[in-house]
């Protein structure tokens, strides 16, 4: 195929946004014109499920085509090894040039994983001990009573840092139509793209915090804190300073993240206005999704680090013209790795060989011929040092299938969690102690269990503690340069004085 016949592959992904909250998924108050132009003319995935509700195991995961538990990446602290090949590797040995603009959120040294470029790196030091550079500022980043606290309008850094991304994208994408205009011949380019929105901190610019605040409506399904919750669940609020939140606290928290989440649409707008400007859209698979979604507040519960459908769950939309119907959406069980798979298969790039990933074009060109295994996995597995929460050196060690519409979320040590959800899409009635769903609970629990040892898993995580010890200590007494680096400053993050 010649060059010029060649796809171009856009991938944008962003971090923590639920599906829930966009126009194409049913919410009524958000506004998100551009990732609803882009679903009415392409495919939406309505059951995705991400490899792990926290960041670097789901993004890991992802790169990699892997399950945590099969590359080792399980908690925010873990590197990936530069050995195991990755989507970005994959292309490359396709015949592209894969270049990456902002988020990965890679620890260790590799920050380019396959990528042959990238353009606007992370906010934090590639390396566990390295300096940052004075902290998140107001609101914090991580699962801590303080995000709900100092929540409101003013700025966050990461919403710098995505507008950072959306230059350097536009001025690539610009540059390519230079090149195009003049005659002059182009290679298909591989083109992902990383958002840090709309992740915590709640915080955002007081005209985006406006169009909101009178407008973001409660939670769906709250959740009264007491001893009906399952352990976990009420372990984790407790260890959070959640078992009460003020509705104070709530309203300024939602309207702050409807609000990151418009911006964030904005800003891909933005984007997709310069694929189309430059005339590369008609030869382009556009691919929008995330790492893992958010709670803001339904069960009780915020951030991420749950099996709840608001947490697990992530966006997931298509649009290639000429190649896949417009306006059309899937309700088949899906997995992130799976997107993986199909970019390659889409740019004729060769399959990752230990990929769980399953190419969706099949599916999607034929779907009423095609057999399709309804199944999704998540695990989530984490220790005090792995820097995802307030957990004990021992751990948890959890996962989660999603196999037709039923969901089992396994607890190492804890009962199990069933839901139906077809017949309880918001996940109130746990099914798992009713006699009549015991052969359910049985089936799913062990196909959750095949190939999958928790203890085994405890003792891989111990092991990679000590190593992790050796490396942190080492930076931070040598403090090596970081080879790819956005600076964040500590003022770039505030809230505004007055709050409404």
Known sequence: MPDDARPNLLYIHSDQHS?????????????????????????????????????????????????????????????????????????????????????????????????????????????????????????????TRSSLQQSGHGQSAYQVHDEDVTVATIHYLDRLGVQKRAGQSTEPFSLSVGFMLPHQPFIARREDYERYFHTVPPPQTSQAFGEHLHPHIKYWREMCDITEVSEAEIKRSRAAYWALVYRMDAMIGQILAALRENDLEDNTLVVYSSDHGEQVGEHGLWWKQTFYEDSVKVPAILAWPGHLSEGTRCDKVTSSLDLNATMLDS?????????????????????????????????????????????????????????????????????????????????????????????????????????????????????????????????????????????????????DDEQM
């Open 347 to 495: 740019l004729d790039c060769p399959p990752l060989p230990h990929s769980r990933g399953r190419s969706l074009l099949p599916l999607l060109s034929n779907p009423q011929d095609t057999e399709w295994d309804n199944v999704a996995f998540s695990e989530f597995c984490q220790n005090a040092s792995g820097g995802g929460g307030p957990f004990s050196e021992e751990g948890i060690y959890q996962r989660m299938i999603r196999r037709d519409n039923f969901k089992l979320n396994y607890y190492h040590g804890q009962p199990c969690q069933l839901f139906d959800l077809d017949a309880d899409p918001r996940e109130i009635h746990d099914l798992a102690d009713n006699p009549a769903y015991a052969g359910t609970v049985q089936k799913l629990k062990a196909e959750v269990l095949a190939g999958w040892d928790p203890e085994s898993i405890r003792t891989k995580m111990g092991q990679l503690d000590r190593d992790l010890a050796v490396h942190t200590a080492w930076t931070r007494n040598v403090q090596p340069p970081d080879s790819i680096r956005w600076t964040m400053k500590l003022e770039m993050s505030y809230l």
């Open 19 to 143: 599906p829930y909250v966009a126009g194409c998924y049913g919410d009524r108050t958000i506004e998100t014109p551009h990732l609803d132009a882009l679903a009415n003319r392409g495919v939406v995935l309505d059951n995705t499920y991400c490899p792990s509700p926290i960041c670097v195991p789901s993004r890991m995961s992802m790169l990699s085509g892997r399950y945590p538990h099969e590359n080792g990446v399980w908690t925010n602290s873990h590197m990936l090894d530069s050995g195991i090949p990755t989507f970005a590797h994959a292309m490359g040995a396709g015949g592209y040039r894969p270049v990456l603009v902002g988020r990965m959120h890679s620890v260790g040294p590799d920050q380019l994983h396959g990528y042959v470029e990238r353009l606007v790196g992370d906010h934090g030091a590639n390396r566990s001990g390295g300096k940052d550079n004075g902290g998140h500022g107001a609101g914090g980043a991580g699962p």
